[in-house]
Structures are given as C-alpha cells and as structure tokens.
C-alpha cells in the first residue's frame, strides 16, 4: 500500500485531482502547484492538511512556509508519513470526550 493510498481526506480517499498534486509535490513540485496542494486534507481524524504536517515536521516549518518556501519531495513524503502515524496514533489512543468542559 503507497502512501498516497493510506492518506485519506474527510470524505474517504484522497480524489484523483488531491492525488495528482500531491504526486506532483513528490515529484519537485513549484510554487503554484504547492498553493494548490497546501490545503489539502491528508488525515480528517485528526484533521492535518498537507501545510500542517510540513510545519510540524520541518524546523522553523511555519517561519520557512511563511517566507515562501517549497518544500522539497524528501519533506512532503516525511509529511504524509507524520499524518499517517497521528492518524493511527488517534485511533488507539481517542482524546477523553467531557461533556462538562
């Protein structure tokens, strides 16, 4: 099973455009496909956009995002590696629902 086929958005698998940018990005992606594909969703539970997981897994991923920074193919798969782990993750270990908080 690839990568791509363990990500998932929040109505099931990924869709045919959703995969081809990100195929893209794996592939050397350029900026305006990288503004494409940043708000893709990667993971609904929790819920991780593509963006997101670049920035939990890059040092200074939010400031390098910021100052128009690409990230390269080794980093978007390392990206969709962290969801896929959160995801798994999550399911085993649910956070506590309280209804009085």
Not at 35 to 62: D, F, H, Y
Not at 70 to 93: E, G, N, Q, V
Request: hydrophobic share 40%; with cysteine; proline share 7%.
């Amino acid at each position: 099973m690839t990568l791509l086929d363990q990500c998932c958005g929040l109505h099931g698998e990924l869709s045919d455009d959703n995969r081809r940018l990100i195929i893209k990005m794996l592939e050397g992606g350029s900026e305006g496909v990288w503004k494409k594909a940043k708000n893709i969703i990667i993971s609904p539970v929790p819920i991780i956009t593509l963006e997101q997981a670049v920035n939990r897994i890059l040092p200074g991923g939010i400031n390098f995002i910021k100052k128009g920074g690409i990230p390269d193919p080794f980093t978007i798969r390392r990206a969709l590696i962290y969801s896929i782990r959160k995801r798994k993750l999550f399911r085993m270990h649910p956070e506590p629902f309280d209804i009085e908080t």
